[in-house]
């Protein structure tokens, strides 16, 4: 037996005030992080099943949805997304994958793994995919299902979403949207678009923790998922019969068992993360008591005002500006500047995190949010200061004082 190391006590967790200015997460919004300090309850106390009701009617505002299936897989983002593919995809069935970014990438690496015959519909990263290839491949593959991603953070730039779903209704497709990057920070209307699931994650424009993915899946895409049923021993109580088509490949991310335990039946299925239940509603709540419409204008302002502010220092913008997110900006990161000495100095001195990019864009760019709780003009500000003082610092031609003037003007303006 090998000995075990003794180890110290370590200290309480006591991190620094860093103002979270990258794609992702954020800093979370102090009510979430109460909601979340309060106490356990059993998973099938009426208390906690009130709450879990009330999630699932919040979150259906927040995705502008009639969708009884609304509730959250617990995991983080990506757990929605797995939960989504494998749910609807079998070995053999043809998926039309619309990718231009790295979770472009990661819907195909799950797609695969579903054993999916993938066709990918790719655009040049920095850039959005023409409706024109979509209806293209759409009508050629003939496809069970449709996945996009409305806003790669990877990138920053949101595909339009104009005409897919009916595109995919017309060729009995179903439409997947990951939406974690965008949702209550741009308009993500659901049932208006069409879309079959979508599903999102917490750590970005909904002000909380990673750690939880909310779902939404439309009737017909409940059907085909209720089609491939399992029953786990010893759960149902009789009368339950399997479907008739071939079980879903994961226990875990099996959405026919969690919309078992998300129905009035409550068949167990996983322990509800409550802490997480917590936090995520109160994410929803703050979503609604803003107003959807006031909370898109907000990330629409504060984006643009980094986004002047950015190119008044004269930095170049990445990527197509016309279908830019409204929530992370990508900059290109000046020739012969070092990105990550600059991001080291930025946390190092100011407390501020900023992103890089991965693959291709990796050493290119640098990613900035506005998101959720940080979409302020403070927050942007301060930012756009900090950046000056740190390029000044490494040489770079910056004129003292422009960004902020130029985004304090883009508030002036309204
Ligand atoms: C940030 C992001 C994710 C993150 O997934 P996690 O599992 O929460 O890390 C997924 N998809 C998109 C589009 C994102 O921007």
């Known amino acids: ?21 990258g794609p992702g997460p954020i800093n979370a919004h102090p009510r979430v992080l109460r909601a979340m300090s309060a106490q356990l309850l059993g998973q099938f106390d009426p208390e906690f099943t009130g709450y879990m009701n009330e999630t699932m009617a919040l979150y259906r505002q927040v995705f502008q949805t009639g969708n009884r299936w609304t509730f959250l897989v617990d995991g983080t983002a990506r757990a929605g997304i797995e939960a989504a593919l494998v749910s609807l995809l079998e070995p053999g069935d043809p998926i039309v994958i619309l990718s231009a970014g790295r979770f472009g990438l990661l819907l195909s690496e799950i797609a695969e793994r ?17 409706f024109s290839a979509i209806e293209e491949a759409v009508a050629r593959v003939k496809p069970c299902v449709v996945a996009a991603v409305f806003g790669d953070t990877s990138t920053t730039i949101a595909q339009p979403m104009d005409g897919i779903g009916r595109l995919c209704a017309r060729h009995g497709a179903l439409l997947y949207v990951d939406a974690t990057a965008t949702l209550g ?26 750690g939880s993915a909310p779902i939404t899946i439309s009737e017909r895409a409940a059907a085909r998922i209720d089609g491939r049923r399992h029953v786990e ?36 299925h996983h322990t509800e993360a409550s802490t997480m239940l917590y936090g995520a509603r109160e994410c929803a709540r703050l979503v609604v008591e803003e107003g959807l419409e ?19 220092m004269g930095l170049t913008l990445f990527g197509d500006q016309a279908n830019k997110m409204h929530n992370v900006v990508g900059i290109e990161i000046p020739a012969g500047v070092n990105g990550e000495r600059v991001r080291a100095a930025m946390r190092e001195e100011f407390q501020i995190e900023i992103g890089s990019s991965f693959g291709a864009l990796a050493g290119r760019i640098w990613r900035i ?22 390029l000044r610092g490494e040489g770079v031609d910056v004129r003292s004082g422009a960004a902020v003037d130029a985004a304090r003007a883009r508030y002036a303006e309204g």
């Open 1 to 21: 037996m090998n000995p075990i190391p003794a180890v110290a006590p370590f200290a309480e967790i006591d991190p620094p005030a860093r103002l979270l200015m």
């Open 114 to 130: 579903c054993g999916a015959e993938i066709s990918v519909v790719a655009a040049e990263w920095g850039q959005a995919i023409p």
């Open 185 to 210: 920070g741009m308009d993500v209307p659901v049932d208006e678009w069409g879309a079959d699931i979508v599903t999102a994650g917490l750590q970005k424009c909904l002000a909380g923790p990673s």
């Open 233 to 268: 021993k010893g759960i149902a109580s009789g009368g339950d019969r399997p479907g008739a088509g071939r079980r879903i490949a994961s226990n875990y991310f099996d959405l026919a068992m969690l919309m078992d335990y998300w129905s009035e039946r409550r068949l167990n």
């Open 294 to 312: 006031r909370r898109i204008a907000r990330h629409l302002l504060n984006g643009q005002a980094m986004a002047r502010g950015l190119e008044a």
């Open 369 to 390: 949010g506005t998101m959720g709780y940080n979409c302020r003009k403070d927050a942007v500000l301060t930012t756009l200061g900090a950046l000056e003082a740190v």
